[in-house]
């Protein structure tokens, strides 16, 4: 069965440090997205990217972080400056809908667990 | 605004015993639920999820839940609980067209 993946399952890194987390969505997936979770707290949603744009943003997800598409199969997240409080578990997700279609599950990965030092 | 609540913290129950872990959503269009789990240290699997239709859903590992659009609510269930049911366990609304709401969790202790 088709999965999301990603890399590093770990990274640790010092404050002010640029980070790029990487994921390999399900390959006819068309919707791309990222959340976090702090450590103890909620899932939040970041971002969602469709068609190499960003659709939708949250107030969390400020100049510091950008999203890229840079081939056919990968989608990272680079924070480029991290600061203490972005430690935490970073998942990404695909989804196969299209636009103005109906409604269709978010398949998720593994996550990343970012440490900042 | 959308959002998601889940008023229990944590939940201990004993091994065989019933669960139900409550859930309440607030949006205002026709709702895309979902319940998700996490164990310590892993990502999130999707336990079941309603889009439409019947309101009482089945999902993975013996678990249901019914959709009550009177009481804005979606509470997971399951009859017996197994001690490898331990986890946390977040309710969570599709938004628009592109980002789910989680809510803060339930965490779930089982006796022996």
């Known amino acids: 069965e088709p999965e999301v993946t990603q890399t590093p399952s770990h990274q640790v890194t010092q404050m002010g440090q640029e980070v790029i987390l990487r994921c390999v969505p399900i390959?006819?997936?068309?919707?791309f997205y990222w959340y976090r979770q702090i450590l103890g707290q909620k899932v939040e949603f970041l971002v969602s990217?469709?068609?190499?744009?960003?659709?939708?943003k949250s107030e969390i997800f400020d100049d510091q972080f950008s999203v890229e598409r840079p081939d056919g199969s990968n989608f990272t997240l680079k924070i480029r400056s991290t600061k203490l409080e972005d430690s935490a578990m970073y998942f990404c997700?695909?989804?196969?809908?299209?636009?103005?279609?109906?409604?269709?599950?978010?398949?998720f990965g593994p996550g990343t667990r970012l440490t900042v030092l | 605004a959308q959002s998601v609540t889940q008023p229990d913290i944590h939940i201990t129950v004993s091994e065989g015993a019933s669960l139900e872990l409550r859930c309440n959503y607030s949006?205002?269009?026709?709702?895309?639920l979902f319940w998700y789990v996490q164990s310590p240290g892993q990502g999130l699997q999707l336990l079941l999820k309603?889009?439409?239709?019947?309101?009482l859903v089945q999902g993975i590992k013996g678990f249901e839940a019914e959709f009550k659009r009177s009481q804005s609510s979606f509470n997971l269930r399951k009859p017996s609980v197994h001690w490898s049911d331990a986890a946390e366990y977040f309710c969570?609304?599709?938004?628009?067209?592109?980002?789910?709401?989680f809510g803060k969790g339930t965490r779930l202790h089982i006796l022996p």
């Open positions: 997700a695909s989804s196969p809908r299209t636009s103005g279609g109906s409604y269709n599950e978010q398949f």
């Open positions: 390959s006819n997936h068309l919707y």
């Open positions: 990217f469709y068609n190499n744009e960003i659709s939708e």
């Open positions: 949006y205002g269009a026709t709702p895309y």
């Open positions: 309603y889009f439409s239709g019947d309101t």
């Open positions: 969570a609304v599709g938004a628009g067209d592109d980002k789910i709401i």
